[in-house]
Nanobody
Framework: QVHLVASGGGLVQAGGSLRLSCSATGRIFSGYAVGWFRQAPGKEREFVSAISWIRTNTTYADAVKGRFTISRNNAEKQAYLQMNNLKPEDTGVYYC???????????????WGQGTQVTVLS
């Protein structure tokens, strides 16, 4: 099993930056892809970014390409999402998740953290 804790969210002005962290405990982080998803009020959970276990593969939603960077430190069982040039439409609860599949769909990820709120003011 794996327990994930997402942190680093907050309130920021448009154009600002935040760095989200995802801390993992348990066996399953090793060898698993990490994905970041977000959910705005009244909307479905959507894919943001994912990184494979060996970090050679990353993928991003079109809406965040060029602004967000995903990374991970396997030794520390940490994953990160650096978010720059934030926009009001980036507002939502951000979740990290783990999967044996390097995927972009929420259903592909069986393990989820509790989420951290990101609010971007215009």
């Amino acid at each position: 099993q794996v327990h994930l804790v997402a942190s680093g969210g907050g309130l920021v002005q448009a154009g600002g930056s935040l760095r989200l962290s995802c801390s993992a405990t348990g066996r399953i982080f090793s060898g698993y892809a990490v994905g970041w998803f977000r959910q705005a009020p009244g909307k479905e959970r959507e894919f943001v970014s994912a990184i494979s276990w060996i970090r050679t593969n990353t993928t991003y939603a079109d809406a965040v390409k060029g602004r967000f960077t995903i990374s991970r430190n396997n030794a520390e069982k940490q994953a990160y999402l650096q978010m720059n040039n934030l926009k009001p439409e980036d507002t939502g609860v951000y979740y990290c998740a783990c999967s044996s599949v390097f995927g972009t769909q929420p259903g592909e990820y069986p393990y989820w953290g509790q989420g951290t709120q990101v609010t971007v003011l215009s």
